[in-house]
Every structure is written in structure tokens, then in C-alpha cells.
């Protein structure tokens, strides 16, 4: 009689034991399916780090001197020539367009406003301001300025001026971004950094009351020195239908550059002003 009745309750404990079991099984499986992937939160750094990065940055660069592929479109037609190209802090840039044979074919110096233009073959000599030239340029200088041209060139940008910002995290393009507004609410620049080390990538300048957009993008970041420096910087206008694309090919970073070269003076046989 103990026996059966140890060998009962050994069976109810038994089928207890299996049934508590499949229920715990099912719900296990059940919260599984309908449990979702948490993806971790982006830390997002001080829009204020960004800004200190780019003006140190910034800082690091103050003169640039070499060769230069240059693709683009002017005038309607797309084009591909050499360029010898020297920068200084804050605003002079030597612009020399190499020809087949090495020569130079049209030399551009800008100095602040000032401005020189020498075209050898077409006898064609101007001295004046980028505000007051007609000779039409591939980069419009009288909109965008010498300093901010400058600033581009030497893989850099300048920031306006604001009185807020917001920055966040691009997932599509590993990015963050921060905007910066102007106090009027005129202007706005967007500028697209990498996250791993803060690289400029892109800045984009929307100044609706001149109804103007200036986007200039950074890439193919290289080891100069002891700088990292984008050898290839893209500017575009979106009310233009001109873009520049610059490939630096062989270039010196902070060297000392004489303020004479940024002065063109005119050739004794060249009567035209």
C-alpha cells in the first residue's frame, strides 16, 4: 500500500514537472519572438567641440604651395587642366593655369579685394577688385571673397556668425551634423564632420537673402607632415551651374610665401588696362 502510494505521488510530481516545464518552454520562445534589438544610443559630443576642432583646425594651415588637378564645369562645358596654386593666410591666392607646354596661360592673383588678372595669349591685363572686374571666373570671388576662397583651399572653412545651433547624428552617413544659425534668421550653415576623429566633410552656407548656397566637400584625407590635409575639395553654388573640383597632386604646407607673389604687375608690351 506505501509503495502504490509513493509510486501515485511520484507520478503526479512527474507530470508536474513536464507540464510546468512546456509552459516555461512557450513563454521562453514566445518573449524571444517578440523581444526587439536595442541599438545603443549615439553620444553626441558639445556642438562646442566641433566648432573648437574646426578653428584649431583651421589654425593649423596658414600657407599652401603646389600642383593641382582641377575638373569642373565652366561656361556650359566641362573642363580638365593644371593649376599651380599658392595660398596664404588670411586672403591671398596665385592661380596659375598651366598649359600643354608647361607655360602658363592665364595667372590669377587675389590679394584681399584686390585683384590681377593675365591672360598672355589674348594680350589681356586687369587690375582692379573682385568686385568691379568682368572677366567671368569659374568661382564667383565678388560672393564668395577672397578669405573664405582662402579658407577653402587650405581645407578649412569659415563659420558665421550665429546665435544657436543644434547638432545630431546621421546613421546614414556615420556623420554628425550641426547647424548653425544667424541671429536675423537669414543665413544657416550646415556642417557634416566625421565622427571618429571630427574630420571636416562638408559645409554648406544658405544665405536666402542673397538667395545663395555655397557647398564645399572634403575628401581623400592624407598624411602632410604632421597635418592631415583633404587633397580633394569640391566647391559648388547652387545658383550656378559652374562647380570646381580640386585635386591636389604635390603640395608644401606652411611655407613662407612672399607677399610679392600675390601682385601681378603688367608685361612692358601690354598696353591694354
Same mark, same amino acid.
Given at each position: 500500500?506505501?509503495?502504490?502510494?509513493?509510486s501515485?505521488?511520484?507520478?503526479?510530481?512527474l507530470?508536474?514537472t513536464?507540464?510546468? /516545464? !512546456?509552459?516555461?518552454t512557450? #513563454?521562453? =520562445?514566445?518573449?524571444?519572438?517578440?523581444?526587439? *534589438?536595442?541599438?545603443?544610443?549615439?553620444t %553626441?559630443?558639445?556642438a562646442?567641440?566641433?566648432?573648437?576642432?574646426?578653428?584649431e583646425?583651421?589654425?593649423?594651415?596658414?600657407?599652401?604651395?603646389?600642383m593641382?588637378?582641377?575638373?569642373?564645369t565652366?561656361?556650359?562645358?566641362?573642363?580638365?587642366?593644371?593649376?599651380?596654386?599658392?595660398?596664404?593666410?588670411?586672403?591671398k591666392?596665385?592661380?596659375?593655369?598651366?598649359?600643354?607646354?608647361?607655360?602658363?596661360?592665364?595667372?590669377?592673383?587675389?590679394?584681399?579685394?584686390?585683384?590681377?588678372?593675365?591672360?598672355?595669349e589674348?594680350n589681356?591685363?586687369?587690375?582692379?577688385?573682385? /568686385? !568691379?572686374?568682368?572677366?567671368? #571666373?569659374p =568661382?564667383?570671388?565678388?560672393?564668395?571673397?577672397? *578669405?573664405?576662397?582662402?579658407?577653402?583651399? %587650405?581645407?578649412?572653412?569659415?563659420?558665421?556668425?550665429?546665435?544657436?545651433?543644434?547638432?545630431?547624428?546621421?546613421?546614414?552617413?556615420?556623420?554628425?551634423?550641426?547647424?548653425?544659425?544667424?541671429?536675423?534668421?537669414?543665413?544657416?550653415?550646415?556642417?557634416?564632420?566625421?565622427?571618429?576623429?571630427?574630420?571636416?566633410?562638408?559645409?554648406?552656407?544658405i544665405?536666402?537673402?542673397?538667395?545663395?548656397?555655397?557647398?564645399?566637400?572634403?575628401?581623400?584625407?592624407?598624411?602632410?607632415?604632421?597635418?592631415?590635409?583633404p587633397?580633394?575639395?569640391?566647391?559648388?553654388f547652387?545658383?550656378?551651374?559652374?562647380t570646381?573640383?580640386?585635386?591636389?597632386?604635390?603640395?608644401?604646407l606652411?611655407?613662407?610665401?612672399?607677399?610679392?607673389?600675390?601682385?601681378l604687375?603688367?608685361?612692358?608690351?601690354?598696353?591694354?588696362?
Open positions: 500500500m506505501k509503495t502504490g502510494q509513493l501515485a505521488v511520484s507520478c503526479q510530481q507530470l508536474f513536464i507540464i510546468h /516545464s !512546456s509552459l516555461f512557450v #513563454l521562453l =520562445i514566445t518573449g524571444c519572438a517578440a523581444r526587439q *534589438e536595442i541599438k545603443p544610443s549615439k %553626441l559630443p558639445a562646442g567641440e566641433i566648432i573648437r576642432h574646426i578653428e583646425r583651421r589654425g593649423k594651415v596658414y600657407s599652401l604651395k603646389g593641382a588637378n582641377i575638373k569642373g565652366y561656361n556650359g562645358k566641362d573642363s580638365n587642366f593644371k593649376e599651380v596654386l599658392v595660398v596664404k593666410r588670411p586672403s591666392i596665385r592661380a596659375e593655369t598651366v598649359g600643354l607646354f608647361g607655360n602658363p596661360v592665364f595667372t590669377l592673383a587675389l590679394d584681399g579685394p584686390a585683384l590681377s588678372i593675365y591672360k598672355p589674348e589681356i591685363f586687369y587690375k582692379g577688385s573682385i /568686385s !568691379s572686374h568682368e572677366i567671368r #571666373l =568661382i564667383p570671388l565678388n560672393e564668395l571673397g577672397g *578669405e573664405e576662397l582662402a579658407n577653402i583651399l %587650405l581645407g578649412g572653412i569659415s563659420l558665421i556668425e550665429y546665435s544657436n545651433n543644434n547638432i545630431e547624428f546621421s546613421e546614414a552617413k556615420n556623420s554628425y551634423i550641426l547647424t548653425l544659425r544667424s541671429p536675423d534668421g537669414f543665413k544657416k550653415q550646415i556642417i557634416t564632420t566625421d565622427t571618429r576623429n571630427l574630420r571636416l566633410k562638408k559645409s554648406e552656407t544665405d536666402d537673402e542673397r538667395r545663395m548656397t555655397l557647398s564645399a566637400t572634403f575628401d581623400n584625407y592624407q598624411d602632410i607632415g604632421s597635418l592631415s590635409f587633397k580633394e575639395i569640391k566647391i559648388q547652387s545658383n550656378r551651374p559652374d570646381l573640383q580640386i585635386n591636389y597632386e604635390d603640395i608644401d606652411n611655407t613662407d610665401l612672399p607677399d610679392e607673389l600675390f601682385v604687375t603688367p608685361p612692358e608690351s601690354n598696353n591694354k588696362q
